[in-house]
T-cell receptor, first 113, second 113 residues
C-alpha cells in the first residue's frame, strides 16, 4: 500500500547543530508540505513543493530549508537548531489533480536542548 | 492572507451527545474547507470536507455546514462515541490543485462513557 513515512520519529539535538528530518511518500504525489505543530498554534506551514526542483516558503520558514530532487522525498533541514524549533513536525503530500486531500505522515518529535 | 479561527479549544461531552466545533475564515476567496481528526501520536487524517458550492454535507454521524456570507463553517458529530475522542482541525484553502491549507488551532474533544 502507498504510504508516507517520516524519520526519525524522535530526535534530541543541541542548539546550533544542523538537523535533517526525512519525509518519503510512495503515492507519486506532486505536492509535498512540511508543518510544525505547537500547542495553541495548530499546524503551521513551513515549506512546500509542487514538484521536483520546486520549493516555496510557508508562513514560518525562517531557520528551515527544503530541497526536492525527486518526487518521493522532501527532507527538511534546520540549519542551526534553536530551542524555539522544539516541536512536532509533520510531512504531508497530495495529488495535483485528485482533489485537495493531504495525507499526513506520523510526525517527528524534535527536542532542541 | 487567510486566517482561520476555531472554537472551542476543548470540548467535553457524554457518550451519545452531539458535539459542534465552529470555525471562521477571513479570505472570501477560500472555497475548500476540510476537517481533519488527529488521534494521539498520529498524523491528522481527513474526515470530511466541503466546497463552497455546497451548504451542507453529511457522512454517517458527521456533518459539515458552510455559511459563505458569514464566512464560517462547523463540524457536527452526532451520537458521539469514546473513539471520537481526538483533536479536530478545520482548514481553509483555494480549491485548486496547488492548494495550501491554513489550519485552525484545533479542538480537543473528549467523549466520556
Amino acid at each position: 500500500d502507498a504510504e508516507i513515512t517520516q524519520s526519525p520519529r524522535h530526535k534530541i539535538t543541541e542548539t546550533g547543530r544542523q538537523v535533517t528530518l526525512a519525509c518519503h511518500q510512495t503515492w507519486n504525489h506532486n505536492n509535498m508540505f512540511w508543518y510544525r505543530q505547537d500547542l495553541g498554534h495548530g499546524l503551521r506551514l513551513i515549506h512546500y513543493s509542487y514538484g521536483v526542483q520546486d520549493t516555496n516558503k510557508g508562513e514560518v520558514s525562517d531557520g528551515y530549508s527544503v530541497s526536492r530532487s525527486n518526487t518521493e522525498d522532501l527532507p527538511l533541514t534546520l540549519e542551526s537548531a534553536a530551542s524555539s524549533q522544539t516541536s512536532v513536525y509533520f510531512c504531508a503530500s497530495s495529488a495535483l489533480r485528485q482533489g485537495n486531500e493531504q495525507f499526513f505522515g506520523p510526525g517527528t518529535r524534535l527536542t532542541v536542548l | 492572507g487567510e486566517n482561520v479561527e476555531q472554537h472551542p479549544s476543548t470540548l467535553s461531552v457524554q457518550e451519545g451527545d452531539s458535539a459542534v466545533i465552529k470555525c471562521t475564515y477571513s479570505d472570501s476567496a477560500s472555497n475548500y474547507f476540510p476537517w481533519y481528526k488527529q488521534e494521539l501520536g498520529k498524523g491528522p487524517q481527513l474526515i470530511i470536507d466541503i466546497r463552497s458550492n455546497v451548504g451542507e454535507k453529511k457522512d454517517q454521524r458527521i456533518a459539515v455546514t458552510l455559511n459563505k456570507t458569514a464566512k464560517h463553517f462547523s463540524l457536527h458529530i452526532t451520537e458521539t462515541q469514546p473513539e471520537d475522542s481526538a483533536v479536530y482541525f478545520c482548514a481553509a484553502s483555494l480549491n485548486t490543485g496547488f492548494q495550501k491549507l491554513v489550519f485552525g488551532t484545533g479542538t480537543r474533544l473528549l467523549v466520556s462513557p
